[in-house]
């Protein structure tokens, strides 16, 4: 079974107004195997547009490899089963919602028994059934996201990439929309998407890609973050004698351990006859992401 994805060695160069070249991507080498969820982070600039436009098949790179489903991107048949939704996604505003979805169902050419039916499900995920029949002129930019991505998840892909699927969002709808992609990756769709938003990504990916100035500084699980990095907290209540451990409130006490130290200290909390009220990992993705960039800006890196 050939990976969902491949890039090795991607590279891309741009030229500015006065033919500067640039290089957006620095040789990114990367494989996404099926039924994986791969987040892909990086500050603003750092290349995650350029890599998606690629793999999408909407900008081509200066040399390397990209291959979607075992083919070349630059093939029709890569975009076989392959649903995409940029950043700023442009849809025909004379068109309505119901008009997007059925239209793209109908190019993937997937069997439905009532296209009206699938649609409105569809679209009801999203919270814009209500407005299936307007026309999309009519709307704010989160409901052109709605639409978008209801257009790509109708279409039963096997591969779903998404540029920042949750910008333009309120709250409620990131909520939903992580949801929805969430079941979609349990069903067994492989999923590659950027986001600025870390919480999002700890939420739905199995493994995250950190892009830096068009580079790839680390593809890690969270577990894996977490073993190499993360401290892990825990609360307990009552009176023990554990160095380091910090009074939160009369007898509340919160104390900062590592992997391999958490059993010893959990077995000396449950001799002491605590309550124990919360042990969680405190390192989140926001706190690696800085490390990577911060490390580099102060070594001097390019
Ligand atoms: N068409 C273009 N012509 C020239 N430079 C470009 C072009 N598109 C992108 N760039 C440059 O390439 C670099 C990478 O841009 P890209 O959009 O891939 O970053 P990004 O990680 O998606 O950023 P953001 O999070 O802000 O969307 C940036 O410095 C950007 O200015």
């Not at 060695?9 to 195997?33: F, M, P």
């Not at 990095?229 to 007898?251: M, Y």
């Not at 042990?279 to 992401?289: C, G, H, I, Q, R």
């Amino acid at each position: 079974m050939p990976d969902v994805i491949y890039l090795d060695d991607l590279r891309k160069t741009y030229r500015d107004s006065r033919l500067r070249r640039y290089e957006a991507l620095r040789g990114i080498s990367l494989r996404v195997e099926e039924g994986e969820a791969f987040g892909f982070v990086g500050p603003n600039g750092a290349g995650k547009s350029t890599t998606i436009k690629i793999l999408a098949g909407v900008t081509q790179a200066s040399s390397g490899t990209a291959r979607l489903l075992g083919q070349p991107v630059d093939r029709f048949q890569a975009r076989l089963g392959l649903a995409y939704v940029p950043e700023n996604p442009y849809l025909y505003d004379y068109l309505t919602p119901y008009e997007v979805v059925a239209m793209g169902v109908k190019l993937h050419k997937v069997q439905v028994p009532d296209m009206r039916r699938h649609c409105l499900e569809w679209l009801d995920r999203f919270r814009i059934a209500h407005v299936a029949d307007k026309r999309i002129r009519q709307f704010s930019k989160g409901m052109v996201q709605r639409t978008a991505l209801a257009h790509a998840l109708a279409c039963r892909p096997k591969l779903l990439i998404l540029d920042e699927p949750l910008s333009g969002l309120d709250p409620i709808g990131r909520r939903e929309t992580v949801d929805v992609l969430y079941e979609y990756h349990r069903g067994g769709g492989t999923l590659f998407f950027s986001s600025h938003v870390l919480h999002d990504v700890e939420r739905l990916a199995d493994r995250f890609g950190l892009i830096h100035k068009g580079l790839l500084k680390t593809v890690q699980t969270p577990g894996e973050l977490l073993n190499a990095h993360g401290t892990i907290s825990v609360l307990f209540q009552g009176e023990a004698q554990i160095p380091g451990a910090v009074r939160l409130d009369r007898d509340l006490w919160s104390v900062e351990t590592n992997q391999a130290e958490l059993w010893p200290l959990l077995e000396q909390l449950k001799t002491a006859q605590v309550v124990l009220k919360e042990v969680k990992p405190t390192m989140s993705l926001e706190k690696a992401f800085l490390s990577y960039t911060q490390d580099e800006a102060a070594h001097g890196a390019a």
